[in-house]
């Protein structure tokens, strides 16, 4: 199914909302986001974390039923959440399986979907790749929000060996939680994904990294003092955490060195304009970005 393809009903052999128990590994923004909305729509919420102040914040919180260090724990659920790094998802699903009914269906909410995948469906057949598309630069269990993925993209990313209940379990979850579900491949969501989520990211460090070069410390200075709204907002990506970011180019490196690359090309292209006083090649690709940004916002 391609991507753009919004699915809008449930599964006609949905689990009600009452009878459903989802874990949750990982309670930071988006595992603490999802499971206050999950409980607030009848879900009930086992969370695992790697530290008890972050289990009982979950609690306090709101953001699970119960929570606790262990991944046993997670034996009832019906559906599981995987909010961990990337580089940790396999080595979790092996700790994970050997305590799970053979018919719990496996999620994850990674931005990386290929090497994911690949890693993850062979250790559980129930293993659907998914990446509800929110969030912002803030972490922890105190980040979380309700109503972060309202209206918001959830891709699912099934192959020919995903079982269709699998996915319609998630697609559920997406719906419950007021998502967009959309369907397509793992290698058609990392491309898509490189341009609009993982080549931003990049592109606004490499701003900060431009501006450090600004030789008087006077003007870097004053720089610092009047960036505003449209520094703000160029820049916001790349000033979340470290870590995710690293993560993207490395599990989606081929994509990203794509769009990178046609990224660079433009810029390369703005420049030859500028220096050549080329004006009217100026204004039109001001014209074409304004033309073009309502086709993604």
């Given at each position: 199914?391609?991507?753009?393809?919004?699915?809008?009903?449930?599964?006609?052999?949905?689990?009600?909302?009452?009878?459903?128990?989802?874990?949750?590994?990982?309670?930071?923004?988006?595992?603490?986001?999802?499971?206050?909305?999950?409980?607030?729509?009848?879900?009930?919420?086992?969370?695992?974390?790697?530290?008890?102040?972050?289990?009982?914040?979950?609690?306090?919180?709101?953001?699970?039923?119960?929570?606790?260090?262990?991944?046993?724990?997670?034996?009832?659920?019906?559906?599981?959440?995987?909010?961990?790094?990337?580089?940790?998802?396999?080595?979790?699903?092996?700790?994970?399986?050997?305590?799970?009914?053979?018919?719990?269906?496996?999620?994850?909410?990674?931005?990386?979907?290929?090497?994911?995948?690949?890693?993850?469906?062979?250790?559980?057949?129930?293993?659907?790749?998914?990446?509800?598309?929110?969030?912002?630069?803030?972490?922890?269990?105190?980040?979380?929000?309700?109503?972060l993925?309202?209206?918001?993209?959830?891709?699912?990313?099934p192959?020919?060996?995903?079982?269709?209940?699998?996915?319609?379990?998630?697609?559920?979850?997406?719906?419950?939680?007021?998502?967009?579900?959309?369907?397509?491949?793992?290698?058609?969501?990392?491309?898509?994904?490189?341009?609009?989520?993982?080549?931003?990211v990049?592109?606004?460090?490499?701003?900060?990294?431009?501006?450090?070069?600004?030789?008087?410390?006077?003007?870097?200075?004053?720089?610092?003092?009047?960036?505003?709204s449209?520094?703000?907002?160029?820049?916001?990506?790349?000033?979340?955490?470290?870590?995710?970011?690293?993560?993207?180019?490395?599990?989606?490196?081929?994509?990203?060195?794509?769009?990178?690359?046609?990224?660079?090309?433009?810029?390369?292209?703005?420049?030859?304009?500028?220096?050549?006083e080329d004006?009217?090649?100026?204004?039109?690709?001001?014209?074409?970005?304004?033309?073009?940004?309502?086709?993604?916002?």
């Amino acid at each position: 199914m391609a991507m753009g393809d919004a699915q809008a009903a449930m599964g006609t052999n949905a689990v009600p909302a009452t009878a459903m128990t989802v874990g949750i590994v990982g309670l930071g923004l988006i595992g603490g986001s999802l499971g206050l909305d999950l409980r607030r729509r009848g879900y009930r919420v086992l969370g695992v974390s790697r530290k008890v102040l972050t289990c009982d914040r979950a609690v306090a919180r709101g953001a699970a039923d119960e929570a606790s260090l262990e991944l046993a724990s997670l034996a009832p659920a019906d559906v599981i959440i995987l909010c961990t790094p990337l580089n940790v998802l396999g080595q979790t699903v092996e700790l994970l399986r050997c305590h799970l009914k053979p018919e719990t269906v496996l999620t994850d909410v990674g931005s990386v979907k290929g090497p994911i995948v690949e890693e993850i469906e062979p250790l559980w057949p129930n293993f659907v790749g998914g990446h509800p598309m929110a969030g912002n630069t803030e972490q922890g269990i105190d980040a979380a929000l309700q109503d972060l993925f309202q209206d918001r993209p959830y891709v699912l990313t099934p192959t020919e060996r995903t079982p269709s209940a699998a996915v319609e379990r998630v697609r559920e979850l997406a719906i419950a939680l007021g998502s967009v579900p959309y369907v397509c491949a793992p290698d058609e969501h990392d491309r898509a994904v490189a341009w609009i989520s993982h080549l931003p990211v990049m592109v606004s460090t490499s701003l900060f990294q431009a501006c450090r070069r600004e030789e008087t410390p006077a003007v870097r200075q004053l720089a610092q003092q009047l960036a505003s709204s449209g520094f703000r907002d160029t820049s916001r990506v790349g000033g979340g955490n470290p870590e995710l970011g690293l993560l993207m180019a490395r599990y989606n490196r081929e994509a990203l060195l794509a769009s990178l690359t046609s990224y660079r090309q433009s810029l390369e292209q703005v420049m030859a304009m500028i220096e050549g006083e080329d004006w009217t090649g100026v204004e039109a690709t001001l014209q074409q970005g304004a033309d073009d940004r309502p086709l993604f916002l």
